[in-house]
T-cell receptor, first 114, second 110 residues
């Protein structure tokens, strides 16, 4: 399978705990995006990487959120001191270049904060 | 969604045609997208318009009018498997991030 993969697919955590999600983009895709989707809403942009550089962060990304893409391949999204409002589907997408118009989405990580 | 409006829900009959409308407001427009999303799954790409006019791809067509900030997705010969959420979104900014509407939940009935 050469699609975008995400791990874990589901995560249940208690409020106040830290969680980390991983995204493996399609090989050789240098552009990587994180989105968050809550029930009944469309995906909302969180952050963008071009290779290893994080070039844009949404105002939705509070200081409890941090994302990395250390070698320009896989990426991680960490949420510290989780809150119930963080419960959502976290989607990762990748695309090969600026000219490419399609973003390929992974299956997402569904986070539930109890 | 950010400056994007589309109906929340629609219902249509198997075999029929349905049109899902989308209006948007942006100054940094760089293409209008439609994605399909089944419940609990990732969005999958359907169509892309950057110039005015109609783009046809099998049973799916998408139309764009940039001057009116308007697009629609046309689904023909509806099948039960077309029951899903349809996301309208525009691409913008230097990073080409996607800005989506809330999505239109389409229910196809027998």
């Amino acid at each position: 399978d050469t699609g975008v993969s995400q791990d874990p697919r589901h995560k249940i955590t208690k409020r106040g705990q830290n969680v980390t999600f991983r995204c493996d983009p399609i090989s050789e895709h240098n552009r990587l995006y994180w989105y968050r989707q809550t029930l009944g809403q469309g995906p909302e942009f969180l952050t963008y990487f071009q290779n290893e550089a994080q070039l844009e962060k949404s105002r939705l990304l509070s200081d409890r959120f941090s994302a990395e893409r250390p070698k320009g391949s896989f990426s991680t999204l960490e949420i510290q001191r989780t809150e119930q409002g963080d419960s959502a589907m976290y989607l990762c997408a990748s695309s090969p270049s600026w000219e490419s118009y399609e973003q390929y989405f992974g299956p997402g990580t569904r986070l539930t904060v109890t | 969604g950010q400056n994007i409006d589309q109906p929340t829900e629609m219902t249509a009959t198997e075999g029929a045609i349905v049109q899902i409308n989308c209006t948007y407001q942006t100054s940094g427009f760089n293409g209008l997208f439609w994605y399909q999303q089944h419940a609990g799954e990732a969005p999958t790409f359907l169509s892309y318009n950057v110039l005015d006019g109609l783009e046809e791809k099998g049973r799916f067509s998408s139309f764009l009018s940039r001057s009116k900030g308007y697009s629609y997705l046309l689904l023909k010969e509806l099948q039960m498997k077309d029951s899903a959420s349809y996301l309208c979104g525009w691409r913008g900014g230097a990073t080409n991030k996607l800005i989506f509407g809330t999505g239109t939940l389409l229910a196809v009935q027998p």
